[in-house]
Nanobody
Framework: QLQLVESGGGLVQPGGSLRLSCAAS????????IGWFRQAPGKEREGVSC????????YYADSVKGRFTISRDNAKNTVYLQMNSLKPEDTAVYYC??????????????????????WGQGTQVTVSS
């Protein structure tokens, strides 16, 4: 069964940077999309970014555009989320997830969590001085 393992979270000051990694147990190029999501205490899970496996297209939530960058290394079966200029409101548990059946491709809803099948356990990101 496909497994996803996130890493790279931690405590960082406002304005700082972190790079999250999502390591998959199988070939990431076989997936339709791999996305990053986050959930803060008392809030709903929200889509942060996604990368399409078919053409490498990337998608970002408005709240992170220009600050976060998603990338992938197919040779390592790993997807990264580079997070710069972090703000306290970025504090959350960050999850990666995969769409293995193509829901995102057909719906176009690349940042909708309902379109994803497999999820990692999450990594905590805390932005605080």
């Amino acid at each position: 069964q496909l497994q996803l393992v996130e890493s790279g979270g931690g405590l960082v000051q406002p304005g700082g940077s972190l790079r999250l990694s999502c390591a998959a147990s199988e070939f990431t190029s076989d997936y339709y999309a791999i996305g990053w999501f986050r959930q803060a205490p008392g809030k709903e899970r929200e889509g942060v970014s996604c990368i399409s496996s078919s053409d490498g297209s990337t998608y970002y939530a408005d709240s992170v555009k220009g600050r976060f960058t998603i990338s992938r290394d197919n040779a390592k079966n790993t997807v990264y989320l580079q997070m710069n200029s972090l703000k306290p409101e970025d504090t959350a548990v960050y999850y990666c997830a995969t769409d293995v059946v193509g829901r995102t491709f057909y719906s176009g809803n690349y940042l909708a969590s309902d379109e994803y099948d497999y999820w990692g356990q999450g990594t905590q990101v805390t932005v605080s001085s």
